[in-house]
């Protein structure tokens, strides 16, 4: 195909800054539809970059029939907006976290195989370049096998990045499932697999809502992981950290340490026991405040052109999000929780 039609479920933060603008610069890119159930906000999209804005997805994919689709919607809707983007022949590019269950995800799954469509998760800390770099660090041999390591993920919140601020569904249960596991956890979990190339065997983990006033949501997080190579380490995510946003990972390993993200000019450290540093200056990682290119929409885009395999599947999704739905099963039985 010359030209991917794409659409856009959801024209929230995460499409204005990441989605929609990185689309636009894809040379094989053409935006043909907006949907969000505000419709001025499809409406915005839509006269920035052509296309026609709607407030119903169904109603989209019926008329626009596009080559691919984006889901940026609230988690909930997450699953039947991408199955039934699946089922309309269109390739899925579904937001993290993946959705709200381990049903919901195999529903999605199987909906993808079905149609012989390609469904990706936007797990972008996978493609941040210290990360990157930091992979082809520990693949190298350099530092032996990981055997301990922290990962963690905290800001003030969404109040300021979510299009409704206070009045955000990143509030609301209903609509979010999940807090700051859902919106920060996902992405360490999903790292930390990515990394090391291992599983997550065991999890046990304290999730509390300590500051965010009217909501039952969780704003904090603290987990212990096992993974299946023997590795323990400590996984967080928070919505508290009021100063000093933090997405840093150390992995402790037998020959050295390498840390990533913990200083703005090196990235990457590695640190070895014989006394020599090394310092990597490779970009840093994505904030809020400081938006760089996800890689996910490339990736996505990339593989559809190639007619490759999914870059981030939803069988990884999968993994992923249950580790998240191991933690609150830990907290609320107070048990370690073996996947």
């Known amino acids: 195909m010359d030209q991917i039609k794409v659409a856009v479920i959801g024209c929230g933060s995460i499409s204005k800054h990441r989605h929609i603008p990185e689309y636009a610069a894809n040379p094989h890119v053409k935006l043909v539809a907006f949907c969000d159930p505000v419709i001025e906000r499809a409406e915005q999209f839509a006269q920035l970059h052509g296309g026609k804005a709607y407030s119903d997805y ?20 997450h699953a039947p907006a991408a199955i039934a983007a699946a089922n309309a022949g269109a390739h899925v590019l579904v937001e993290k976290p993946m959705a709200a269950s381990e049903a919901e995800c195999e529903a999605m799954i199987e909906a993808a195989r079905r149609t012989d469509v390609l469904l990706m998760v936007g797990h972008n800390q996978r493609y941040m370049p210290p990360h990157v770099k930091a992979k082809e660090i520990l693949k190298s041999g350099v530092l032996g096998k990981v055997l301990t390591f922290r990962t963690s993920f905290g800001h003030p919140g969404p109040e300021s990045w979510s299009a409704d601020g206070c009045e955000s569904w990143f509030f609301r249960k209903r609509e979010a499932i999940m807090g700051a596991m859902g919106d920060l956890g ?3 979990s999903d790292l930390i697999r990515w ?9 046990a983990a304290m999730i ?3 500051d965010k006033a009217d909501t039952d949501i969780d704003d904090n997080a603290t987990c212990v992981l096992r993974m299946r190579s ?16 933090d997405n840093s990972t150390v992995l402790w390993c037998e020959h050295g340490v390498i840390k ?6 090196d990235q990457v450290i590695v640190e070895l026991r014989n006394g020599s540093v090394e310092k990597y200056k490779v970009g840093a990682i994505a904030t809020n405040e400081e938006q760089t290119s996800s890689g996910v929409i490339d990736a ?3 593989s559809i052109v190639t007619k490759s395999a999914s870059p981030v599947s939803g069988e990884e999704g999968m993994r992923s999000l249950k580790v998240i739905l191991a933690a609150f099963e830990s907290q609320e039985s107070g048990k370690i929780v073996r996947l």
């Open 186 to 188: 996902v992405h360490k």
């Open 260 to 265: 990533i993200g913990t200083d703005p000019e």
């Open 208 to 210: 509390g809502t300590l």
């Open 195 to 203: 990394l090391l190339e291992d599983e997550v065997a065991e999890v």
């Open 300 to 302: 996505f885009v990339e």
């Open 58 to 77: 169904e109603e989209m994919l019926n008329k626009e029939k596009p080559d691919a689709v984006s889901v940026c919607t609230p988690n909930f809707v």
């Open 230 to 245: 023997g590795a323990i380490g400590t996984l967080v995510a928070s919505w508290t950290y009021y100063r000093g946003e």
